[in-house]
C-alpha cells in the first residue's frame, strides 16, 4: 500500500470503486451506501456535488469532501469555510484527527476510513 497517496488518488477510490454496492461503515459506526458518489465539482467547494447516500435513517443529497486524513478537515480550515456547509461525509483513506469533522455552521459530519475496504494494493 502507498504510504502517502495523492488525494486524487483518494478521489478516483471513491469515484470508481466504492460503486459495488457495497454497505460501508463510518468511523461512528453507521452503515451506509453509496447510491450516487456525486460529480466532480471543478469549482470552490467539496470535491464532489450532489451525492446520495442511503443511511438507515433515508437518503441524504449533498457534498462529499475527500482528504488523505481526517485532520487535513481542520489543516485545510474547511471548519471556517460556510463554502462546505453542504458537505454530507468526510471521505478520508484514514482518520487520524482527535477533532470531529464539524462544518462552519458547527454541524458535525460523519467520516469514512477507507482503507479498510482496499483489498488490493493502491498502487494496483
Known sequence: MINNPPESLIVKIWQ?????????TTKRGKPLKIVYPGRINDDRGADFRDAVIAT???LIKG???????SSDW???????????????????MWHNAKAAT???NGKGIHILALHKYIKSPISQ
Open 102 to 104: 464539524n462544518l462552519q
Open 16 to 24: 470508481h470503486l466504492l460503486l459495488d454496492g457495497a454497505e460501508l
Open 63 to 69: 457534498d462529499i469532501e475527500v482528504h488523505v486524513k
Open 56 to 58: 438507515n435513517g433515508g
Open 74 to 92: 481542520r489543516a485545510h480550515r474547511h471548519h471556517q469555510n460556510q463554502v462546505y456547509n453542504r458537505v454530507i461525509l468526510h471521505v478520508v
